[in-house]
């Protein structure tokens, strides 16, 4: 078995930190040889501060690159190709004029923000501060392959981006999503969380029916669908509770670690 779980909104406390039950439950499962693994839109240095409490793997960037975290080392990535980034953007900038983008570079230590980016985000969305964001022109931004770019609109509403990002026409080249935050986060096609976690999986030997997930957001929806069993947790998105077979407790209330700890004692472990 592996359990695959989001972290912000699932495996976190609202407070965004990891409680003692769920640093518990995640020790208890690894100590049986049941990997769990955080699946998450941050990048490498956003988790920095749980490496302890968590195992060797993590998919970073809404599963476009796998970090083994003992050893520091990149066991895959899956870049958006700039050429595709650079007409998304400026496709969704015809239709949503106003529009800043973001790209993150360099196994996700570099991030490129176009100028009046920063003023738009908090600290919360990228854990970085807006004031050491640069303020860079869009072709610098898209220069480069990238892991992921984030559009955000000073103005428009969340939903009112997302239907102005699908209208531009490229389904078959980019993939869409949103983690919670007002901004959106786009991959290359195919390029997702069960994307990721199926590569991992590959790796490891470990069989798609074998694995559980826990998400909360958008974002979660394919991984909670690709999963052999999946948890959406009470306080999740309508989308994720429709894709995901059960329903786990909130993420206020201990709910991954509650579950966890029912998986393992179902199985003798």
Known sequence: MLIATDLDGTLLTPGGTIS?????????????GVPVVP????????????????????????GAICWDLPART??????????????????????????????????????????????????ADHSR???????LDL????????????????NLPIAELIARAESVGMAD????TTSGKSMLEISA????????????????????????AFGDGANDVEMLAWAGDSYA????????????RHRAPSNAEDGVARVVEELLLARGI
Not at 81 to 94: G, I, M, T, Y
Not at 173 to 176: G, I, K, S, T, W
Not at 197 to 209: A, K, N, V
Request: proline share 5%.
């Open 173 to 176: 080249e980019v993939h869409v």
């Open 74 to 123: 990149v066991l895959f990535r899956q870049l958006m190709p700039s050429a595709v980034a650079n007409e998304f953007a400026h496709r969704l900038l015809a239709a949503a004029p106003g529009t800043r983008f973001l790209t993150i570079k360099d196994d996700g230590f570099t991030f490129a923000s176009q100028r009046g980016y920063a003023e738009l985000t908090t600290f």
């Open 139 to 154: 072709d610098e931004v898209l220069d480069g392959d990238c892991l992921k770019m984030v559009a955000r609109h000073p």
């Open 233 to 244: 947790m009470a306080n999740a998105v309508p989308l994720a509770v429709a894709v995901a």
């Open 20 to 32: 003692p039950r769920t640093r518990e439950a995640i020790r208890a499962a690894q100590k049986v």
């Open 39 to 62: 699946v998450t839109a941050r990048q490498i240095y956003g988790i920095e501060k749980w490496r302890d409490d968590l195992g060797r793997w993590a998919l970073c960037s809404n």
């Open 129 to 135: 501060e807006p004031s050491e964001m640069p303020a």
């Open 189 to 212: 096609k195919g390029v997702t969380k069960d994307s990721g976690l199926s590569m991992l999986c590959d790796h490891l030997g470990i069989e798609q029916r074998d694995t559980v």
